[in-house]
């Protein structure tokens, strides 16, 4: 059986959109130690010590961000990931964040 190209296109569009859900993600939780601010493509965004940023990681190989969301008492700002690599973010979550912690069962809270 021959498939015709709008019927191929679509086969190939479902099975990329399956393996795009079935790749695994890391979804980490940092604190800020100290003030400070994180620069975005726009503008920055000032930080305090009781603010959180969750960081969800492509895969624990690579580790390439894919989302970054900052968590303070009043409010949660998406923030975004073009602006940042994945070295120049590892240093400066060592450099500003106390620890990391899991959060992986909020598989889908970006999406």
Same mark, same amino acid.
Request: hydrophobic share 35%; proline share 4%; with cysteine.
């Given at each position: 059986?021959?498939?015709?190209?709008? $019927?191929?296109?679509?086969?190939? &569009? =479902?099975? !990329?959109? *399956?393996?795009?859900?079935?790749?695994?993600?890391?979804?980490?939780?940092?604190?800020?130690?100290?003030?400070? *601010? !994180?620069? =975005?493509?726009?503008?920055?965004?000032?930080?305090?010590?009781?603010?959180?940023?969750?960081?969800?990681?492509?895969?624990?190989? &690579?580790?390439?961000?894919?989302?970054?969301?900052?968590? *303070?008492?009043? #409010?949660? $700002?998406?923030?975004?990931? #073009? /602006?940042?690599? *994945?070295?120049?973010?590892?240093?400066?979550? /060592?450099?500003? =964040?106390?620890?990391?912690?899991?959060?992986?069962?909020?598989?889908? &809270?970006?999406?």
């Amino acid at each position: 059986m021959r498939l015709s190209f709008k $019927q191929y296109l679509q086969e190939s &569009k =479902t099975k !990329l959109l *399956s393996a795009l859900e079935s790749t695994p993600r890391l979804i980490l939780e940092y604190d800020i130690k100290n003030y400070c *601010s !994180l620069a =975005t493509r726009d503008s920055s965004v000032d930080l305090k010590p009781r603010m959180k940023i969750i960081i969800e990681w492509e895969t624990p190989n &690579k580790m390439n961000p894919l989302a970054i969301q900052i968590e *303070s008492a009043t #409010n949660v $700002q998406n923030i975004s990931v #073009n /602006a940042w690599t *994945s070295n120049k973010l590892h240093k400066w979550l /060592a450099t500003h =964040t106390r620890g990391e912690r899991n959060r992986e069962f909020h598989t889908n &809270k970006f999406q």
